[in-house]
Every structure is written in structure tokens, then in C-alpha cells.
């Protein structure tokens, strides 16, 4: 908590217990000063970007109004317990403390590793690449990287927080308009990470296995900071970069802001709906696989921004390896590359970032293995394709997906929207470098932070039911797990740890049965099938 809550709630506390006090020596004078005391602290912390006060605020107002309607009326203080208004000067109180209960900011949980985690951010400008998407005419593309990394003595230096207060007003506000809220994220500024900034690079370091991130569309670059600094204590580099004009908006160290682009905001028209919902929760895979060609079809013919996207961040990602291989980076950022094993990194991402890291592993030689947290498949490269490199496919609860559509989830397994991806259509469940793994009743969004930002039962309906030590555990434990089996060869368990740990809540994603159907069709019609599928594979990043 912050120190205006902690003031907040001691401030309303008080008032109530005076208020049930009837015989309490200067009790007038106490309820006045509480209700003042909660007013002004209230205030301050709306100033300070804990929204939540607000309610306080207005409580306060209303006791205040109270206070005063009862000394106009002048009526003799009686000495029996406030039965009627007792409960609901309780209520109130309780109502506004619940506010800032319900939407906790403090420390973000603890790395397990042995190492202090370092961060820094930096900017890289690609000129061979310009007005992309909402630059200006012949402007480069910019790019927000931010590295986390193994830190040496971190005495001296401050944990930075989630969000700085600039980044709260650009950054944060911009990732809380598409809730129609914009403040809606602006608390998370009063977040501590574990994670120092600028602190110096562990000594001694080298040959450090490399992870490359993206963050979801719309979202931003830190959106996964928890599991950034799981993987950064245990001596992974771990670089994630923000997706300029598809995210939030970008702050660069310069103090310029690229702003989200307004364009992300129009949907369009309703009339590619039938086949997102036959993409996911058709009758039969048939259904199912026709819905995902008629999207594919449709974002090509109409050059939709999602599907232009894919392209542009997979190249994004080419784009950052090789600046980094070729040291063309601040030179604060110099002593961390002269100590990454370069050459093969992980790929990883959330959403939307987790289908660029499948296509950047379908077309990169460096990618030595990939990571998609409950993404899709953009932009297409691999739809019935056989990823090269040993791949985790890591869903929220799939039956989710359904009931987000408006669509009655089957009474047997429900589907993933990439059954039909890293594997042929021929082979489809058969290739053990691929894993698909669900996280029962969670949802899209929780697959990051949010969870410890907001209580259960609030976060349920947004985020998913399980506790955050299992929502945040999990992503930790799985992804270093397959990282540390894929990257250094150390786990040679793989994921049969957290397997066991989180047995309660992790199930499997088998997408077997698309082998079955697809041996079941006739040689031509597989083959109509396949000629359909590589004309719509567009570009290579």
C-alpha cells in the first residue's frame, strides 16, 4: 500500500469508530478531523495517480455532508448506538477501502534465482524502414528495447518501478483506453520491480543464454516484467521490445512519445465474425479449418492492420538480433552483448508477440527454440508447417475463448485457435519438439502481470480464477524450464517439474485428431487444401 492509503484508511477507520462511540470524549471534534483528514488525503492520492482514492473522496464528502446537516438540525446527541446509521457510515468506509484493497500496489514478487537483476533501456532506429505504419512519411522505424540482465552489486541503485510518473502519463494512460478508462493503469507507477536500474553486470559473465520478447498488441514492453526477472535472476539476458504504433504509447529516452495509433481502435465491420467464430468453435475441423482461411483470405484482400502487422513485427524482431549481433546499441548496453551467446536465442511473446516469435522461429536459423504465451498465428508461416526447433505452446483455458465469443463450449475437448500451426497437417500431434499446454481457467489476459494488480473476485471475469502464485508461477516455471531444456541443456527432465507442481491446473492441448482428418481425405482434396494454404502465405519477414 501506499502511504495515502495506509493515511486513507486509518482516516476512515477512525470516523466509523467515533461513530459508533457515541460517549467518546470530544467526539464531535474527532469525526470532523477524520472526515477532513480523509478528504485531503484522498485528494492527494487521485493527485498522485491511485484513482482508487477517489471513492474515498467522495465518502468523505458524504460524511462531511452528514456532519453537517446534523449540526444544522441541532438536535441533542443521543446516547444509544447509531442502529440505522451505524451500518451505513460502515458501509461507506468499507466500500471505499475495498477500492484501494481491491487493486493492490506494493512490491511485484520476489525472482528465485540467486542474482540481483539489472535493467536498461535503450532506442535502435531502422532507416531501411520508414513511415511504417503511423510514422511520418521517410521517418525510420523506432523501436523501445529494455534489457533485463544478471546484476553484480546493485548497492546504491533504486529498483525502478513499474511505471516512471512519465511513463504513467503516456505509456499507462494510452494502455487503459481501450477499457474506456485511460487512469486505468496509472497506479501500477507505485509498483516496485526487483529490478535495479542501470546496476552493473554481474562479474565474470559470458556465454549468457538470450531470450528475445514481445509484448501483446496494444500492450507494451513491460507487460511481462515478472517473468522477465525470473528468467534474468537465474543468468538469462532477456530483451523485450515495444512494437511502435501497435502498443501503447512509446516513451523513448529522448522524452518523445509515439502515441498509440487511433487506427487500432476501428474494428471495422461484423463481417468476418461467422468465420472467427467457425475459426475456433466450428462443427468439425472442416469448419474450423475454412473459417481460418476465409480470415486469412479476408486480411490479405483487405490488407487489414492485423495482418500487415504480423509482417512488420516479425521483422521488428530480425531487425533487433541483428543490431545486437552487430553491437549497434548504446554503448551502456556494449558490456551485456559482449557477454550474450547471440547466435541462438530464445524466441518468446505474449499474444500477439507469441505468434511473431512462431513465424521469426519458422524463418531465423537463430531462433533455438520459441515460446507462444497464448498467441495465435500470424502472419500464417506456420500453418501447416513443421516448426524447426523445439516450440512450447502455452494457452489460457481454451473453453474461455468460446465463452468470450458467445459460443456454447463442445462438451468434449475444446479447441485452440493453433491446432492446425507448428506441425503439418499430416504429422499434427506426432512431433515431440512441440508441446501445447493449457492453464485451466485462465484467461487471455492473465497469461502476464495483471493478475497481481487486481483481487479475486474482481479479477475473475478479465484475467482467470486461479490464485496469482498460479497464474504467475506457472509462466515462470514452465517457460525457464523449457528454456533452461532448449537454451543450456541443463534440464534434461524438461517440463515434467512444473508438470507435477502445477498438476491441478495444467492440461494438455492434444491436437492429434487433425492427423486422422487430414489421412481420411482424398490425395486431390489434400492437395487443393495445400495449394490454397501457400497462396495465402504472403510475405516472409
Known amino acids: ?119 536498461r533501456t535503450f532506442e535502435i532506429a531502422d532507416p531501411s524502414r520508414t513511415g511504417v505504419l503511423a510514422a511520418a512519411p521517410g521517418a525510420p522505424r523506432r523501436l523501445l528495447v529494455r534489457v533485463w540482465y544478471p546484476a553484480g552489486d546493485t548497492s546504491g541503485f533504486k529498483p525502478r518501478p513499474y511505471f516512471t510518473d512519465e511513463e504513467a502519463a503516456t505509456t499507462a494512460r494510452s494502455l487503459g483506453a481501450p477499457f474506456k478508462f485511460p487512469p486505468f493503469f496509472t497506479y501500477l507507477k507505485h509498483v516496485r520491480t526487483n529490478s535495479y536500474e542501470n546496476a552493473p553486470l554481474a562479474p565474470g559473465a559470458s556465454r549468457l543464454p538470450v531470450v528475445i520478447y514481445s ?62 467464430i467457425d475459426a475456433i468453435a466450428g462443427k468439425d475441423l472442416d469448419a474450423r479449418l475454412e473459417g481460418q482461411l476465409q480470415l486469412r483470405e479476408t486480411g490479405l484482400a483487405k490488407n487489414e492492420r492485423i495482418t500487415r502487422s504480423g509482417v512488420i513485427w516479425a521483422a521488428d524482431r530480425i531487425f533487433l538480433h541483428d543490431q545486437l549481433q552487430a553491437s549497434a546499441v548504446p554503448a551502456a548496453i556494449a558490456p551485456i552483448l559482449a557477454a ?13 508477440g507469441g505468434a511473431t516469435s512462431g513465424s521469426v522461429c519458422m524463418v531465423d536459423r537463430r531462433c533455438a527454440a520459441g515460446i507462444n504465451l497464448d498467441g495465435a498465428d500470424f502472419p500464417f508461416q506456420a500453418f501447416d508447417a513443421a516448426m524447426p526447433v523445439p516450440f512450447l505452446m502455452f494457452h489460457s483455458d481454451m473453453r474461455t475463448i468460446y465463452q468470450a465469443m458467445g459460443v456454447e463450449p463442445p462438451a468434449g475437448r475444446a479447441r485452440a485457435f493453433n491446432d492446425f500451426s507448428y506441425e503439418t497437417f499430416a504429422a499434427a500431434g506426432s512431433d515431440p519438439k512441440v508441446q501445447r499446454l493449457q492453464l485451466r481457467e485462465a484467461r487471455h489476459l492473465g497469461l502476464s502481470d495483471f493478475s497481481l494488480f487486481i483481487r479475486r473476485p474482481l479479477r475473475d471475469p478479465l484475467l482467470g480464477a486461479p490464485p496469482a502464485r498460479v497464474m504467475i508461477g506457472a509462466q515462470n516455471d514452465f517457460v525457464r524450464a523449457f528454456f533452461d531444456r532448449h537454451l543450456r541443456g541443463r534440464n534434461a527432465a524438461g517440463l515434467e517439474g512444473p508438470s507435477k507442481t502445477y498438476a ?34 504472403g510475405p516472409t519477414p
Not at 31 to 48: E, K, P, R, S
Not at 105 to 110: C, E, K
Not at 237 to 249: C, N
Not at 345 to 352: D, K, N, Q, R, T
Open 1 to 119: 500500500m501506499t502511504a495515502t492509503d495506509i493515511l486513507l484508511i486509518a482516516a476512515l477507520a477512525t470516523f466509523v469508530l467515533a461513530w459508533w462511540l457515541r460517549a467518546l470524549p470530544g467526539r464531535p471534534r474527532v469525526l470532523l478531523g477524520a472526515a477532513l483528514a480523509a478528504l485531503a488525503v484522498g485528494i492527494v492520492g487521485v493527485l498522485d495517480d491511485r484513482w482508487q482514492s477517489a471513492l474515498g473522496v467522495a465518502v468523505a464528502v458524504i460524511l462531511l455532508a452528514g456532519l453537517g446537516i446534523a449540526r444544522l438540525r441541532g438536535r441533542p446527541a443521543s446516547r444509544r448506538p447509531p442502529y440505522v446509521s451505524g451500518p451505513l457510515v460502515t458501509l461507506l468506509a468499507a466500500t471505499a477501502i475495498a477500492a484501494l484493497v481491491m487493486f493492490p500496489v506494493g512490491a511485484l514478487p520476489r525472482p528465485s534465482g540467486e542474482r540481483p537483476v539489472g535493467v
Open 215 to 276: 509484448h501483446g498488441f496494444t500492450s507494451f514492453l513491460g507487460q511481462n516484467t515478472v517473468l522477465m526477472e525470473e528468467l534474468a535472476s537465474h543468468g538469462y539476458v532477456v530483451f523485450s521490445l515495444q512494437h511502435t504504433y501497435d502498443s501503447a504509447a512509446t516513451l523513448f529516452p529522448d522524452g518523445t512519445v509515439a502515441p498509440m495509433d487511433p487506427e487500432l481502435f476501428n474494428r471495422g465491420d461484423d463481417s468476418g465474425k461467422q468465420a472467427q
Open 340 to 352: 550474450s551467446d547471440l547466435a541462438r536465442v530464445g524466441e518468446m511473446g505474449m499474444s500477439f
Open 504 to 537: 491441478d491446473w495444467i492440461l494438455p492441448a492434444d491436437n492429434s485428431d487433425v492427423r486422422a482428418w487430414w489421412a481420411a481425405k482424398a490425395p486431390s482434396e489434400q492437395q487443393a487444401i495445400e495449394a490454397r494454404i501457400a497462396r495465402l502465405r
